[in-house]
């Protein structure tokens, strides 16, 4: 599983240097990676149909018992084929979408590392990993999304994208770190054998809705959908890439996955139950209001993804069982009509469905592709689409909270759905004929591969739903239980009350196509609410941040250093300095055991700083900062650190040497500051100064490990054969470090030696220059 994961970055690297070699065909090429990986994953079908499971580990930090783990079950097994079948589709679906388009190489980069960052978040059995794989997505999505970077609404809506789901990631980062702790691992699958006692803890609310965060804004979940219908300004086979299998699936998936431990509380269910209904509806209201075809299958997505977290928040074995048919069939039918979307567009030149009309006489194959797709998106028999819809009104009928609530939003975004249904397969194919951009016809055959497969398996799955429920269904739904569950699914269940709420809803939504003019303009009067509504506020908390941060800008980075030096000074004592004050309290032990010759050379030392510090004489600063490297000097021998004395010496000797020639060099000083603003300056440096004087006076009286000077005491002369342990330190324990410091200082005073030997300015001419003139 981790060649699975890495083969897509390994692939992406090398699609620049292989593009120009394989042409226009190289598409072809790179989906067979997806495809291979298709049918890799496929062999696990019947071992995981039986129950099985799969987990393989590798060492990742050690230090922090961390290692890199891979799990697959029902759930990961349904996702990874959905992601790496789709992906080989869509793939070759772009070698004819994009072709002649420079920019394609970047696209077929960025969509591998897509596939893969999504395989590893859903194959992930480590929540640290999960989470690198989950920003993963939401970095390569970015960049897919801006993918036409010179279109300013491309640009903002990747931002928009990121910034949402980035923002939810960071709380999904916090959320995990409780959740490791609650549960005292980060792997996945030791957290779901404890949901009792992580339910039972009393960070359980706190990590819950964390998580809830993260999952909700990934998944487009109310108040955060407006991204992803904006989303669209990403190429077609992105968007049926995004929709169909992998980003916005992401939350979903990990609800799935957190439910054994997390879910069956009132909190999950409420809230996954609200959050998720609001959204179906949403999402449904908003389809049948647009007309463009891509932002009625993005609204629509919308919808599917508010069930599906409603499903996982119900919690029982129907749900659960729901929530995989759903799943699987809105996979199948939202990447087929996207596929198809994109063939309109690419033939007819338009994506409004007020400009086409009539087009199935010059595009059959793709009208009869996109009538059995959204046949299966508004749930009509015998379509997959149909036994999913039918699985969740019976789930929302027994769920163990707001039954009724969750009911009447399912009949009607049932209706709903059915109206934005039509508007995409009646109303671009059927009625008078429309003048379209562009003369249309049947799209090529690589274009119409992807959406053939994926509506032929609607149907196949739809006849015949116990290829699909015996084995991946049953195994997603006990997945989600955390123990076996058996899904019996089949395209007729009798009369009852799902199949009449069922009835009702499609009745309704051929009433409301009928009138899908005079609705839309009933529902455009209520666009004065967007300015309102979430996006509007996320543009409002967008234009509040650029002023923040002008502001910030203009008093922090206004061009002074000393303002920065200033800042970080005062943010490192306010810091250190509360700390220090609030939470340590030993004194100095053992006092301050100074000497008079001592005061004597620190007073010398203070003296010579403070006159460098006001002197407006050029070589009176410069000798007073050599004697405070003098009066260091002294401090060395005065502690018995002749060697260091040297180095000190020798070094101020050139650092004022070089001083003198630079400065001498330089302009007269001149004044930029009041002296009230040097007062200020000297009181912050004063600070700095006796914080880290008495944090050197707190340090040194303390030790937590053994001190070496005993072994170097004991092993000087019988190792090195030397008296003088300073040296041998220096000689032999570490030479390379002195190695070192004898270049620095031989460097410095070759630098010293040439710039006195050099015998004028840089104007100065030799005999040699004016001869080789």
């Known amino acids: 599983m981790l060649a699975a994961v890495l083969s897509g970055f390994c692939l992406a690297a090398l699609v620049p240097w292989l593009q120009p070699r394989l042409g226009a065909r190289a598409g072809w090429l790179f989906a067979l990676l997806p495809a291979g990986l298709t049918a890799y994953f496929a062999t696990f079908l019947p071992a995981v149909a039986a129950g099985e499971t799969f987990r393989v580990s590798y060492p990742w930090v050690p230090g922090l018992d961390l290692e890199l783990a891979f799990y697959l079950d029902g759930l990961a097994l349904l996702f990874a084929l959905l992601i790496s079948g789709i992906g080989a589709l869509v793939t070759l679906y772009a070698s004819d979408y994009l072709a002649g388009d420079a920019r394609q190489p970047r696209f077929y980069v960025l969509i591998l590392a897509f596939m893969a960052s999504m395989l590893g978040l859903v194959l992930s059995d480590n929540l640290i990993a999960l989470f690198i794989f989950w920003e993963l997505t939401s970095i390569t999505s970015y960049l897919l999304i801006g993918y036409d970077h010179e279109a300013a609404f491309a640009r903002r809506a990747a931002l928009q994208g990121l910034v949402v789901t980035v923002g939810g990631g960071l709380a999904l980062l916090a959320g995990f770190l409780l959740l490791g702790t609650v549960g005292g691992s980060y792997t996945l699958t030791e957290l779901l054998q404890h949901g009792e006692a992580i339910r039972a803890h009393d960070y359980y609310l706190p990590l819950l809705l964390l998580v809830l965060a993260g999952a909700f804004t990934k998944s487009a979940q109310v108040p955060f959908h407006f991204w992803l219908p904006n989303a669209m300004a990403a190429p077609t086979p992105v968007s049926a890439y995004l929709h169909s299998a992998t980003m916005v699936k992401a939350g979903v998936y ?119 797709s959204a046949l299966s998106l508004a749930g009509l028999p015998p379509l997959f689409g ?144 967007d300015a309102r509504g979430p996006e509007a506020g996320y543009e409002r908390l967008m234009a509040a941040t650029t002023r923040l941060a002008e502001r910030l800008t203009r008093i922090l980075q206004n061009g002074y250093l000393r303002s920065y030096i200033t800042t970080t000074v ?16 030993g004194g100095f032990a053992g006092g301050l055991d100074v ?9 010398l030392l203070v003296a010579a700083a403070l006159f460098a510090c006001s002197t407006r004489s050029r070589l009176g600063a410069v ?60 009181a912050v440096a004063g600070l700095l100064g006796v914080l880290v004087t008495a944090l050197l006076l707190i340090a040194v009286h ?31 324990y570490r030479a390379l470090d002195t190695l070192g410091e004898i270049f620095v200082v031989a460097l410095a005073a070759i630098g010293v030696y040439a710039m006195i030997k050099y015998p004028g300015g840089p104007g100065h001419r030799t005999d040699e220059d004016e001869s080789a003139v």
């Open 570 to 585: 005062l943010t490192l004592v306010g810091l250190v300095g509360y700390t220090l004050l609030t939470r340590y309290e």
């Open 702 to 732: 303390y030790q937590f490990a053994e001190p070496i000077s005993a072994y170097h005491l004991a092993k000087s002369v019988p190792l090195a054969h030397g008296h003088n342990v300073v040296n041998v330190i220096i000689v032999d």
């Open 623 to 682: 000798a007073s900062v050599g004697v405070v490297g003098f009066a260091v000097a002294l401090f060395f021998i005065l502690f018995s650190a002749p060697d260091l004395s040297i180095t000190q010496i020798l070094v101020e000797t050139l650092t004022v040497i070089l001083l003198v020639l630079v400065l001498f060099k330089l302009p007269d000083f001149m004044s930029f500051s009041t002296p009230r603003q040097r007062l200020r300056d000297g």
């Open 386 to 529: 149909f036994i999913g819809k039918e699985l969740m009104l019976g789930a929302v009928l027994n769920a163990p909270f707001l039954a009724p609530l969750l009911t009447a939003m399912a009949v009607a975004t049932g209706a709903l759905v059915v109206a934005a249904a039509g508007a995409v397969a009646v109303r671009p194919f059927f009625g008078p004929p429309a003048r379209t951009p562009k003369t249309p016809h049947e799209a090529p055959w690589g274009m119409l591969a992807g959406p053939a497969l994926l509506s032929a398996l609607s149907l196949l799955f739809g006849l015949a739903p116990g290829l699909p429920g015996e084995g991946l269904i049953s195994a997603t739904a006990a997945s989600l239980a955390g123990e076996p569950v058996h899904a019996h699914l089949a395209l007729w269940h009798g009369l009852n009350l799902p199949l009449a709420l069922s009835a009702l809803a499609v009745a309704a939504g051929v009433l409301l196509y009928s009138q899908w003019g005079r609705v839309r303009g009933a529902m455009n009067r209520l666009e004065a609410l």
């Open 254 to 372: 990990l609800l799935a996955r957190l439910h054994p431990a997390l879910g069956g509380t009132e909190a999950w269910i409420l809230l996954c139950s609200l959050f998720g209904g609001v959204t179906m509806l949403t999402g449904a209201y908003l389809a049948v209001r647009s007309t463009g075809i891509k932002w009625v299958l993005a609204y629509s997505t919308v919808m599917a993804l508010g069930t599906l977290t409603m499903l996982a928040g119900i919690g029982t074995e129907k749900a659960m069982i729901a929530f995989g048919a759903f799943l699987l069939g809105h996979s199948l039918y939202k990447g087929a009509l996207f596929l198809v979307a994109g063939a309109l567009d690419h033939e007819a030149g338009t994506k409004d469905i007020l400009e086409m009309g009539g087009l199935r006489r010059a595009m059959p194959i793709t009208a009869v592709l996109a009538a059995v």
């Open 595 to 603: 000497r008079f010759y001592e005061w004597v050379i620190a007073g």
